[in-house]
Every structure is written in structure tokens, then in C-alpha cells.
Nanobody, 130 residues
Framework: EAQLVESGGGLVQAGGSLRLSCAASGFTFDDAAIGWFRQAPGKEREGVAC????????HYANSVKGRFTISSDNAKNTVYLQMNSLKPEDTAVYYCVADSQYGSRRRTWFPPLLADYNYWGQGTQVTVSS
């Protein structure tokens, strides 16, 4: 069974940085698109960033563009989200998500739709203090 395990969350002051990690197993990493969603109390779930190992594409939400960087280490089957210049509004639970069929379905669209993400991690808390 596929599994996504997030780590790296924590408490940081505004302007600081964190790096989240997502270790993936149980599916073909090279065919997948893997991303990050976040959800803050009282707010809608928001897609933050996504990366495709199949074609190298990346996508960022406008709210994090220029501050966050998503990357992957194929040898480790791990995706990272480097978060710089953090703001209090970045506070949320961050979830690693995987569309394991992205490459297999011939990369029809990118980023994947919410329904295309067939695997979700348990989440890691990021708290940014003002």
C-alpha cells in the first residue's frame, strides 16, 4: 500500500524558514505528481505546490510563489517543500499528496485536480508566530 510520511513541521517566527519532507513508498515515484496542500482552522484546503517527476513540471499557489520551493530527490523517493519568509498566514497543517497515475495517464493536465490525488499523508503542523 502506498504511504506518504511528512516531517519537518514546527514553530517558527515570521520571516523564518522550514523545510518539509515527504517520504513516499508503495508506488512508482517517477510516474507520480506529488504536492502539498495545507489547511488552516476555518479556512478552505489550499493547494500549495506540486512537482512531477514524470515531466519536471512544478506549480505554486500565488500565495507562496517566490517564497516556497518544491523539489524532489528520486534516489530517496522524497519530496521537499522549502518554505522561506514565512508569514503567520502560512500557519496550517500541511499534507503531502500524491497522484500516482500522473505519468501513466499521459500527463493530460497539470497540476492534478484534487480528485486525482489518490494518496494523502497524515499532515504536519506548521505554526508561524507574528
Amino acid at each position: 500500500e502506498a504511504q506518504l510520511v511528512e516531517s519537518g513541521g514546527g514553530l517558527v517566527q515570521a520571516g523564518g524558514s522550514l523545510r518539509l519532507s515527504c517520504a513516499a513508498s508503495g508506488f512508482t515515484f517517477d510516474d507520480a505528481a506529488i504536492g502539498w496542500f495545507r489547511q488552516a482552522p476555518g479556512k478552505e484546503r489550499e493547494g500549495v505546490a506540486c512537482i512531477s517527476r514524470a515531466d519536471g513540471k512544478t506549480h505554486y499557489a500565488n500565495s507562496v510563489k517566490g517564497r516556497f520551493t518544491i523539489s524532489s530527490d528520486n534516489a530517496k523517493n522524497t519530496v521537499y517543500l522549502q518554505m522561506n519568509s514565512l508569514k503567520p498566514e502560512d500557519t496550517a497543517v500541511y499534507y503531502c499528496v500524491a497522484d500516482s497515475q500522473y505519468g501513466s495517464r499521459r500527463r493530460t493536465w497539470f497540476p492534478p485536480l484534487l480528485a486525482d490525488y489518490n494518496y494523502w499523508g497524515q499532515g504536519t503542523q506548521v505554526t508561524v508566530s507574528s
